[in-house]
């Protein structure tokens, strides 16, 4: 078999391996449902991040996980997920390396937080209880790594879409937005009612948002 052809069947086994990854990892279907967030504690700390980044910080998650078999136990009986909390739009703001986020643990229901609490403050992280809350949400099959990056990108642009077109039912619901990472999948998820002012867990000033020199 001549070179040529090799090359040509590679790059047909390519295309048919890009073809298939496309349409069951990154295209998949993205549908919204009403459902609630049950209560919890949510163990975070408060930083400054360009969203595009968060990767390393979910890496820094899975290490302590890693290490601690109570909370690889959380989190295989799916009582625990990793959990960020975005406040900012990073197209819309003058330095996006100054969005604001809160990233963690989230534990629910509350009382098996109690065996991990200690070990989590020693890691540096904050506690705050989060009551049932009513969401906006989709969610991403967690296939590999990468579907964080993809998941992301397919659904913050529709859940976006989707407030714009139901602004009258859900008003002020763009922020904060919270991505909650289970084993199985990815919820992305905008937190309704009064409730929302739970997650308002930032200390950090809002960015300037773009066109502005100052933070305000």
């Known amino acids: 078999m001549s070179l040529v052809v090799w090359i040509i069947a590679g790059v047909a086994l390519l295309a048919a391996f890009l073809y298939w990854y496309i349409k069951t990892r990154v295209m998949q279907d993205v549908r919204f449902t009403e459902e609630v967030i049950k209560a919890g504690v949510?163990?975070?700390?408060?930083?400054?991040?360009?969203?595009?980044?968060?990767?390393?910080?979910?890496n820094k998650l899975d290490a302590i996980t890693a290490k601690s078999p109570e909370l690889s136990a959380l989190e295989r009986d799916g009582k625990m997920c990793k959990m960020s909390v975005f406040f900012d739009n990073p197209g819309q703001t003058a330095d996006p390396t100054q969005c604001r986020?809160?990233?963690?643990?989230?534990?629910?229901?509350?009382?098996?937080?109690?065996?991990?609490?200690?070990?989590?403050?020693?890691?540096?992280?904050?506690?705050?209880?989060?009551?049932e809350c009513r969401t906006v949400r989709t969610e991403i099959k967690r296939m590999d790594r990468f579907s964080a990056v993809f998941g992301a990108m397919r659904a913050y642009p529709s859940l976006f879409r989707h407030l714009a077109a139901n602004k009258e039912k859900y008003q002020n619901a763009y922020t904060p937005v919270v991505e909650m990472h289970f084993l199985p999948a990815i919820v992305y998820a905008a937190p309704l009612g009064e409730e929302k002012k739970a997650f308002q867990l930032t200390r950090h000033p809002t960015p300037a948002p773009k066109g502005k020199a100052k933070t305000e």
């Open 101 to 131: 986020a809160c990233e963690g643990y989230y534990i629910s229901p509350k009382e098996e937080a109690h065996a991990v609490e200690a070990q989590l403050k020693a890691v540096g992280l904050e506690r705050a209880e989060i009551p």
């Open 42 to 58: 949510f163990f975070y700390k408060d930083i400054k991040v360009h969203y595009h980044h968060m990767l390393p910080e979910y």
